[in-house]
């Protein structure tokens, strides 16, 4: 507010000012001070009640230090793209999730005092098209995804902790990616889980390198970054069939199968040749 009256050059004429002025001048305020201009007059009330309210963020808490009474009303938010939904009840996730569009940019769900190894997000609430659409997610607990749902996945950027995705769901995933059937701008997806993998699986079928020995004395650079910043377990290349320049990483952990696309296609002075970086 009192950035704004400099500006503006402070408020004695503020009543002389026509309608339209005063609408552009209360669109530039926080939504506290609309509230202290809205109770000064009625013209006041009826200029702050006219000028469109353009929410960036609702951060709700519901805990031991900030604890309120809620009153569950019918409403939606049609205009919501990103949402954090932090709880340890399938049902407070579904309800929140019924509130916003189809197509979100992204969403994260997570559990609060659940133990995350435990605490299961069911298929039928992953199925939801919030998720199902979404273009990113995470989810900080275990998604009881199918091989079916997860090949189906629209997000270019997604983790999760897996349940049921198999070592033959993961090879059809990375398969679609290499015949060109994948997602949009594909970054990344990781699929966190405990349970024994099989790679020799996972790459069935498929063009690739190991990165122990060749590949990794050629690529030394890019290989020491993506294990700084990524971790490293067993590492695979995997090749495209629409342009062989553009290749997958995937690295298989104790406790984490890692999707990345690393591999792009650069041309310099009429060279073409593959770039590799982290996404």
């Known amino acids: 507010m009192i950035s704004l009256i400099k500006f503006i050059g402070g408020f004695e ?3 002389e000012l026509n309608e339209d002025c005063r609408l552009a001048v209360v669109k530039f305020l926080e939504y506290k001070d609309r509230c202290k201009l809205g109770i000064c007059s009625k013209r006041d009330y009826e200029t ?11 951060s709700i808490y519901d805990n031991e230090k900030y604890h309120y009474s809620f009153r569950k ?3 939606s938010l049609p205009k919501c793209k990103f949402i954090r939904i932090g709880s340890d009840d399938v049902e407070t996730f579904r309800w929140w999730l019924q509130k916003v569009p189809n197509q979100m940019k992204y969403v994260k769900l ?9 605490f299961t997000i069911p298929s039928n609430l992953l199925n939801a098209p919030q998720i199902m659409e979404t273009l990113e997610f995470d989810i900080w607990c275990r998604a009881d995804f199918s091989d079916e749902q997860f090949l189906n996945l629209k997000a270019n950027t997604l983790g999760f902790r897996c349940v049921n995705i198999t070592d033959q769901g993961i090879n059809m995933y990375i398969k679609k990616w290499v015949n060109g059937n994948g997602v949009p701008d594909f970054k990344n997806a ?3 889980t405990n349970e024994a993998r099989d790679i020799n699986k996972m790459i069935r079928g498929l063009e690739c390198r190991q990165w122990q020995g060749d590949f990794e004395n050629e690529e030394a650079g890019f290989c020491g970054d993506f294990e700084r910043v990524c971790g490293r377990g067993n590492c695979v290349q995997i090749y495209s ?11 298989v952990s104790s406790d984490c199968v890692a999707i990345y696309w690393t591999g792009h296609k650069h041309e310099y002075n009429g060279r073409t040749y593959s770039y590799y970086s982290i996404p």
Do not use: G, Q
Request: hydrophobic residues 40%; charged residues 35%; aromatic residues 12%.
């Open 110 to 118: 997570f559990a609060l005092d659940a133990d995350r190894e435990m």
């Open 13 to 15: 004429k503020w009543n």
């Open 241 to 251: 069939k629409i342009d062989p320049y553009e290749s997958l990483t995937l690295n």
């Open 48 to 58: 702050v009640k006219s000028t469109p309210l353009d929410v960036y963020k609702i």
């Open 190 to 192: 990781i699929l966190r």
């Open 73 to 75: 009303e019918d409403f």
